[in-house]
C-alpha cells in the first residue's frame, strides 16, 4: 500500500493514520511488508510466466517460493507461520504477527513443486508446516484476521474477524480433497461460521442498517471493520457454495449460491461498470470490482454449468493456464502451458472429433454429458500435447 498520489510504493506512512494511543496507525508503514501477499503475487508472476513464457516472471515467482522458504518461522496458536507486517529489509520489527492467510503461500509453493522448477524439497517442507498450521489452528478455532491491509491494528489480534481467508481455504480444500480427509466437515464448518457471521443484519460504515438476507439472497460483508454489504465478497460467497455444491450435490447450496449470484450482478451496470457495493456510497474500488468480482462468476458457471449460456461454446475451467483459444462454428482450437491437462467446456453440441495435435485424441480421454437445460458438458483428459483441436457435430 501508499499513500494517495505517491509514485513510488514503499508502504503507507502509518504516522499519518493514527487513531489513538491503544492504537498503530492504518497502513503498513514505510518499508514494511505482508508476507502472505509476497505469495499471492508470487502465484500471479508464476501463471503470467505460464502464459507468456517470459521467464523474468519465473525469476520472480522463484524468489518470491525462496523468500516464503528462508523466513518461515516456528509457529504456535498465537503466531502463524509468517507475521501480518514485517519490515521488510531486517524482518526484526513484526507489527503484527499473525494471518491467517495461509493459502496464499500455499498455491505458490503446490505451483512451483508441480512444476518442479526451484528447491523443490524446501518448497515441500515449508508448504507442509504452513498447511500443517493452517489445519491445526484457523480451521479448529475460527480466528481468521487479518488479511486487509487499510485496518487499525487491533490490541487482540483475534478482533478483526474476515471472511476472505476462510472462504479461499474452503476453496482450496475443495479443490484438493486429498490434502484433508475431513475435507467435507471442515468445509461445512466454514460455510457455516462464515454465513452466522458475514450474512446477518449490519450496519454500514456511514451508520445505517443492513439486511444480511435482501430479496432472498445471502448478501455478505468484508470483515468486522467493514460490515458494508459488498459485491466481490458476496460472489465469491456464492461461488464457494456452488464448488461445494459440484462436490456434494447438496441442491440447497445451489440455490443459495444462484440467489446470492443475483444480487451481486445487480452492482455491475449496463456500461460494464462495478459498484463495490448496491450502497453508491461505498465506491468503485478497481481490486473489488475487476480483480475480483468478474472471476467467481466464471468459477460459479464451471460449477453449475447450466448457468452458461446455451446458445454458445465456452471453456468454463481448465488445470493449466490457457495460453490461446479461438472459436468458430464448426471447431475450437487452443493451446495450454502444460502438457497434460484437463478442460471443462460447455458446447453447443456433441464433439465430432478431437485432435491432440495432429492426433484423433482416443474417445476414453474425453466425455460427454448432456446438461440440464441444454447444452453438453464435454471434459477433456489431453496427456503429453498441448495444441487440442475440438471439431463440433453440425
Known sequence: SSDG?????RGADDSKYVQDDKF???GDGKGFIEPDKVGELGLAYLKFYEFTGEKKYLDAATKCADALVMHITKWDEDHSPWPFRVDAKTGKIVKEKYTSNTVGPIRLLDEMIKLKIGNTPDYRRTRNSAFEWLMAYPVRNNVWTQYFEDIYIYPDYRTNINQYCPMETARYLLENPQFDPQWK???ENI???VTENFAKDSFTMAGLPEKGNQWGAEVLSEQIND???MS???ARFA???ALWYEKTGDRIALERAYRSFNWATYSCDDKGLVKTSIDEGTGYWFSDGYGDYMRHFLRGMASAPQWAPNDENHLLRSSSIVRNIKYSDDKITYKTFADSSVEFFKLTAEPEKIYSGTEILSKNLYSVKKIPGGGVGVTVRHP???EITILLKK
Open 24 to 26: 498503530l496507525g492504518r
Open 5 to 9: 498520489g505517491k509514485i513510488y510504493y
Open 239 to 241: 461461488s464457494v457454495l
Open 191 to 193: 460455510i457455516k461460521w
Open 227 to 229: 460490515m458494508d454489504k
Open 185 to 187: 466437515k471442515n468445509c
Open 232 to 234: 466481490s465478497h458476496t
Open 384 to 386: 503429453g500435447q498441448t
